[in-house]
């Protein structure tokens, strides 16, 4: 499975990115994707995930801000609003099969500077 990541880049507090994520190759066993993101000296987080049957789960940190949503096939998008200095880090592309094995895209960075 390939992941292929796009939409990251610069924006001012308070603005808007979107991020995409298409998944190819042997796709048919995936059932949940995801972004994650990684800010310097700090852990790998989920940001939001969303399954194919729908279900979504965000980080508290980004509720209300970020929506995630997906073609419940291969791709998946990260809508973010209002966003925050804190916001900036990379943001991984992440694909989960139905036995738990985990696919990583290479990553996108997002920074949020005046």
């Known amino acids: 499975v390939q992941l292929v990541e796009s939409g990251g880049g610069l924006v001012q507090p308070g603005g808007s990115l979107r991020l995409s994520c298409a998944a190819s190759?042997?796709?048919?066993?995936?059932?949940?994707m995801g972004w994650y993101r990684q800010a310097p000296g700090r852990e790998r987080e989920l940001v939001a995930a969303?399954?194919?049957?729908?279900?979504t789960n965000y980080a508290d940190s980004v509720k209300g801000r970020f929506t995630i949503s997906s073609n419940a096939k291969n791709t998946v998008y990260l809508q973010m609003n209002s966003l925050k200095p804190e916001d900036t880090a990379v943001y991984f592309c992440n694909a989960q099969r139905t036995d738990r094995y985990n696919y990583w895209g290479q990553g996108t960075q997002v920074t949020v500077s005046s």
């Open positions: 190759g042997s796709i048919f066993s995936i059932n949940r």
């Open positions: 969303i399954t194919f049957g729908g279900t």
